[in-house]
T-cell receptor
Framework: AQKITQTQPGMFVQEKEAVTLDCTYD???????LFWYKQPSSGEMIFLIY??????QNATEGRYSLNFQKARKSANLVISASQLGDSAMYFC??????????FGTGTRLTIIP | NAGVTQTPKFQVLKTGQSMTLQCAQD?????MYWYRQDPGMGLRLIYY???????DKGEVPNGYNVSRLNKREFSLRLESAAPSQTSVYFC?????????????FGPGTRLTVL
């Protein structure tokens, strides 16, 4: 079975600071993909970043980077220089060889001006 | 390209009524998914379809049925709605992996069962 765990239900961060959102995963499949999505209050799911299990480098997309530690089965999202518009729910997700896609319970991030 | 479309956007049902949520994608994706999201919670997988003609149960399949009508369309049916099925329903699609490319989500259907 595959599982995603996000242990931070909510976080408050000062504007312009960096923030790390935690995600650990569990799967016995050697091939998998890890994703982060942002869900603002409007409700849509916005794709942020992807990391493949065989990728050698940590993924980066603008202010987002994924700190992938395969041995520890963690895939933390790092947002540099946070902005007010970053306030949202953030979900970590994993996809494996059977195409099943599993989400964590999410972290609500609030950026304080 | 419309991406992933879902109909309806909102629906109110009475307990025991049935309805079908429609989902279509125009990106030639193999895999399609149905999720429900309850207030303050993550997305829970109801059913998914790795390719046309196949469907598999997710975490919370009870009370739902699905049909992968063709490569484009994946519908979710509630045969006898219950208040516990009040939720926001998301459809998603993606190319088959690896690599496991991003999933594209529809705008969601907000369902209330009275």
């Amino acid at each position: 079975a595959q599982k995603i765990t996000q242990t931070q239900p909510g976080m408050f961060v000062q504007e312009k600071e960096a923030v790390t959102l935690d995600c650990t995963y569990d799967t016995s499949d050697p091939s998998y993909g890890l994703f982060w999505y942002k869900q603002p209050s409007s409700g849509e799911m916005i794709f942020l970043i992807y990391q493949g299990s065989y990728d050698q480098q940590n993924a980066t997309e603008g202010r987002y980077s994924l700190n992938f530690q395969k041995a520890r089965k963690s895939a933390n999202l790092v947002i540099s220089a946070s902005q007010l518009g970053d306030s949202a729910m953030y979900f970590c997700a994993m996809r494996t060889g059977n195409e099943k896609l599993t989400f964590g319970t999410g972290t609500r991030l609030t950026i304080i001006p | 390209n419309a991406g992933v479309t879902q109909t309806p956007k909102f629906q109110v049902l009475k307990t025991g009524q049935s309805m079908t949520l429609q989902c279509a994608q125009d990106m030639n994706h193999n895999s399609m998914y149905w999720y429900r999201q309850d207030p303050g919670m993550g997305l829970r997988l109801i059913y998914y379809s790795a390719s046309e003609g196949t469907t598999d149960k997710g975490e919370v399949p009870n009370g739902y049925n699905v049909s992968r009508l063709n490569k484009r369309e994946f519908s979710l049916r509630l045969e006898s709605a219950a208040p516990s099925q009040t939720s926001v329903y998301f459809c998603a699609s993606s190319l088959a992996g690896p690599p496991y490319n991003e999933q594209f989500f529809g705008p969601g259907t907000r369902l209330t069962v009275l």
